[in-house]
């Protein structure tokens, strides 16, 4: 089945670095990739739209120049956390639409990210 | 905007009971509906997904039925477990995008 990988897993960084999140489609080619952010005991709530070889798409209140995104490939995706602060501190998911003919999205693992 | 609601927020059954989770939604102009089960700092895992033109889904313990004109969906688990203990989140696809609610935070006690 179509699978859907993050790196890293789970990173800590210093407030003011950058952190940069990766989203790759395993064993198929996805247009379409979507980042969701999910703080503790809430549901998650879609940041942004990347679609490959232009730019994302924000949702509203979501700040851009923060939360680079970069969709260079049909199967990797980058979030990048500029200048980070603690209030950044979530757990951040990614998913891959499916091929063209299906509206499925495949998730993947999550990565949690700590803002010291 | 879709609104997309679950009730109860939380749950605690004893094990083997049959359960019902609640999924609302407030536009029924959807292309499908997906549950989706994630342990406690993972990702999901999707249980179930009905197109807009089905009015159910089963797989194995578990049973999704979807009403559109009501706007509404239930995720049915006979038999619970203490390894269903999880957050179940329900999912509208409207389009390029999907819409989650807020959780269902079950809890089978043995």
């Known amino acids: 089945g179509a699978v859907v990988s993050q790196h890293p897993s789970w990173v800590i960084c210093k407030s003011g670095t950058s952190v940069k999140i990766e989203c790759r489609s395993l064993d198929f080619q996805a247009t379409t990739m979507f980042w969701y952010r999910q703080f503790p005991k809430q549901s998650l709530m879609l940041m942004a739209t990347s679609n490959e070889g232009s730019k994302a798409t924000y949702e509203q209140g979501v700040e851009k120049d923060k939360f680079l995104i970069n969709h260079a490939s049909l199967t990797l995706s980058t979030l990048t956390v500029t200048s980070a602060h603690p209030e950044d501190s979530s757990f951040y998911i990614c998913?891959?639409?499916?091929?063209?003919?299906?509206?499925?999205?495949?998730f993947g693992p999550g990565t949690r990210l700590t803002v010291l | 905007k879709q609104e997309v609601t679950q009730i109860p927020a939380a749950l605690s059954v004893p094990e083997g009971e049959n359960l019902v989770l609640n999924c609302s939604f407030t536009?029924?102009?959807?292309?499908?509906l997906q549950w989706f089960r994630q342990d406690p700092g993972k990702g999901l895992t999707s249980l179930l997904l009905i197109q807009s033109s089905q009015r159910e889904q089963t797989s194995g313990r578990l049973n999704a039925s979807l009403d559109k004109s009501s706007g509404r969906s239930t995720l049915y688990i006979a038999a619970s477990q203490p390894g269903d203990s999880a957050t179940y989140l329900c999912a509208l696809n409207a389009g390029n995008m999907l819409t989650f609610g807020g959780g269902t935070r079950l809890m089978v006690k043995p």
């Open positions: 998913s891959a639409r499916a091929p063209e003919g299906t509206d499925t999205q495949y």
């Open positions: 536009d029924s102009a959807i292309y499908n």
